[in-house]
């Protein structure tokens, strides 16, 4: 893979557990603001979108079973990051909107998350 891979949920999912509803991911959608502000970044990443429900075929393909919980975003092989929270044979992975916002301002030069 030559790009890095951020998975993220599809808008308006809906969850068996809560019938009639619809939902927005509050990580996903923090990151969706990310990438609407820094619209270079799409130049830099594979943003897939992927349906709520488990499991999550095409993210356990990439990271592995364990890791599909989401947003995550996988870096290219070799490439590194201080906020990655994980590994997946040669690639980074690295979970949660912060740790991903920081990621993503460390290898693509945009603006921190305030503390």
């Known amino acids: 893979m030559s790009k890095d891979i951020l998975f993220l949920l599809e808008a308006g999912f809906k969850d068996d557990a809560y019938p ?18 820094y619209p270079k970044l799409e130049q830099h990443l594979d943003i897939r979108r992927v349906a709520f429900p488990r499991p999550r075929q095409e993210v356990i393909a990439l990271a592995g079973e364990a890791n599909q919980a989401l947003p995550l975003l996988i870096l290219s ?39």
């Open 20 to 37: 009639g509803k619809t939902f927005l991911c509050p990580q996903g959608t923090a990151i969706e603001g990310v990438l609407a502000l």
């Open 77 to 115: 092989s070799g490439k590194q990051s201080q906020h990655s929270t994980g590994q997946a044979g040669d690639h980074q992975l690295v979970a949660g909107r912060d740790k991903i916002v920081a990621a993503l301002a460390e290898l693509y030069s945009i603006a921190e998350l305030h503390p």
